[in-house]
Every structure is written in structure tokens, then in C-alpha cells.
């Protein structure tokens, strides 16, 4: 009964299963997987002590920025250049603007340090200015952000003296120095006061050490591969089965091996008109039949 199964057509959709369900598996354990990791991650983070509270080193020793450096109190001095906004980001639940300015070290680089927070608008804000001569900063150590970090705006078109992304590859653009990968963020406000208006902007957590949603589309994604493998196996099934009803009825002669043989209804009807139509032409006696003599055509019929 089973012998379709190594007909051509369906040596095809046998090897088509064959690697559609190994495959989906794969896939749902390998989304399963970085789920996994990222709990893992996100048990060690808890484990390990707050990195803002481990003693600060400098800034070059703590490169590149990592998920165990990410947090770090780096140390850098230099003198304080350039200064950037960074509009729509939020503190406390409030809509500000990060004051953002780039130290320039004794290696040439220029790390960008976000001095603070303010509320309302970047755009004609007046901003405390930023010590003046050598200064040494303390600040948290963070990763250059992306399109995918909280807050960003990576649409461009902002006002000069504006950017929309914490990165050195922005930045690099805006001014004529190069920049360290990172920028950290200061913990406490500037002394001397000249930032006490300003709020500090706490640390955030690295990038992928969290259970955040995309650690949760990763779970659902494994359900969702798995459940692809099932729905493969069960229309593989499906397929066989009413196969192989269609071959046990031709077996019991309930359905005709070539359908084309079954006549139509209209045709079953017409059938046995034709048939008498087709006796009467061949017998010559017949009334009406090209054959019967003039007499027998003439002949009237009996009352």
C-alpha cells in the first residue's frame, strides 16, 4: 500500500522533510541557546559588586570596553575642547539634553565626557562652562553607543553643536582630533560648581547583559522553530495518510484508476438516446430509417 512512497514525486517531498526538520530544530536550539547566555549573564552581573564601586584605573588599562569593564571608574586627565548637546534623552522620567565635552589627553585622543544632564530643550539652552586648564575627571566607563542603544537619534539633520549618537565614529567627524572608542560619565557633579546645575547621568548597563525583551524574542523564537517542525512532520503524515486511502479505495475498486473512464452526468444521460437513435438508422424496417420502403414511411399510424 505503501509503495508511493518511493515514486519520484514523492522522493522530493521525503527529502524535503528530511531537512526541514533537522534544520528546524537546529535553529530552535540555537535561538534557545543565546537565551541561555544571557540568563547566564545576567546571573553572574548580579553576582559580581557594582562596578561603579571598584577602585578606579586608568583609562587606557580599562580598553576596550567590555561587559566586565563597562562601569569601571576610569581616570583620564587632559584639557576640556569641544562640546556637544545631546538632545531627547530622558532622566527620571523627564525629557533633557546630555553636555557632552571632549578632554583631550596627553596621547592626542580626546575622550568624551558627559559632564550632566539638563531638562527642556538643546536648542538655545544655556550651559554651565566647563573647567578651564588641566583637569582630571573620575567617570563611570561606557561603550561607544549605536542605532540600537536607549535614546539615540541616529537620523541626523541636528543644529550644529548637536549629535545624536555617543560614538567615536560621529565624532570623529566633528572634530579635528581623533577619539577614543568610550566616553564615561560623571558620577558626581563638577567641583568648583560650575556643573552643580546639572544632574549626573548614572551609568548604564552593557549591551546584551540584561534580561531585556530581546532576550525574551529569543525564548519565543525557540518555540516558534519547534513548532515549524511539528507543523512539517504533521502534513508530511497527513499527505501519506490520504494517499494511502486513495490507493486502498482504486484497490477496492471504489474510485477508477483513471478518472477520464467515469462518464459525466450529462453524458450518462444522453447515452441511451443515442443508442436508439444509432439502432434505429441500422434497422431498414424502421419507420423513418433511410432504408424502409415509401409505403412503410407513408404509412399511417394505427389508432
Known amino acids: 500500500m505503501y509503495r508511493f512512497l ?18 528546524c530544530v537546529f535553529m530552535g536550539m540555537w535561538q534557545l541557546g ?20 571598584r577602585a578606579a584605573k586608568p583609562l587606557d588599562e580599562l580598553l ?12 583620564a586627565t587632559g584639557t576640556y575642547a569641544d562640546q556637544f548637546l545631546v538632545p531627547g ?51 563611570d566607563l561606557q561603550a561607544s553607543e549605536n542605532s540600537r ?23 570623529v567627524n566633528l572634530v579635528p582630533y581623533d577619539v577614543y572608542d568610550a566616553w564615561v560619565t560623571l558620577p558626581e557633579a563638577e567641583a568648583g560648581g560650575t556643573g552643580g546645575a546639572m544632574k549626573p547621568v548614572p551609568a548604564a548597563a552593557p549591551e546584551g547583559s540584561g534580561l531585556d525583551l530581546k532576550a525574551f524574542q529569543n525564548l519565543g523564537y525557540t518555540g516558534e522553530w519547534f513548532v515549524f517542525a511539528g507543523f512539517v512532520l504533521f502534513m ?3 499527505l501519506v495518510r490520504r494517499e494511502a486511502e486513495a490507493v486502498r479505495d ?47 414511411r407513408k404509412a399511417p399510424a394505427a389508432p
Not at 64 to 75: E, F, I, N, Q
Not at 149 to 171: C, E, F, M, N
Not at 283 to 288: K, S, Y
Request: hydrophobic share 40%.
Open 236 to 238: 508530511w503524515f497527513r
Open 89 to 139: 534623552r530622558e532622566l527620571d522620567d523627564r525629557r533633557g539634553f546630555y553636555v557632552l565635552n571632549m578632554l583631550r589627553t596627553d596621547s592626542g585622543k580626546a575622550l568624551p565626557v558627559v559632564r550632566g544632564w539638563l531638562p527642556g530643550s538643546a536648542s538655545g539652552a544655556r550651559v554651565p562652562a566647563a573647567p578651564e586648564g588641566e583637569v582630571t575627571v573620575t567617570g
Open 34 to 53: 543565546r537565551f541561555e547566555d544571557r540568563v547566564q549573564s545576567h546571573e553572574q552581573a548580579e553576582k559580581q559588586p557594582d562596578p561603579s564601586t
Open 6 to 23: 518511493l515514486t519520484p514525486r514523492w522522493w522530493g517531498i521525503n527529502l524535503f522533510v528530511a531537512l526541514a526538520i533537522p534544520f
Open 250 to 296: 482504486i484497490a477496492l475498486g471504489l474510485v477508477p484508476e483513471d478518472p477520464a473512464a467515469v462518464p459525466s452526468s450529462q453524458e450518462a444521460q444522453e447515452a441511451p438516446e443515442a443508442q436508439e437513435t444509432q439502432e434505429a438508422q441500422d434497422d431498414p424496417a424502421a419507420p423513418g430509417a433511410p432504408g424502409a420502403p415509401e409505403a412503410a
Open 149 to 171: 542603544s536607549k535614546g539615540v537619534d541616529a537620523r541626523g539633520g541636528l543644529p550644529g553643536g548637536q549629535v545624536g549618537v555617543i560614538s567615536a565614529a560621529t565624532l
Open 64 to 75: 576596550p570596553v567590555d561587559k566586565v569593564t563597562s562601569g569601571r571608574p576610569a581616570v
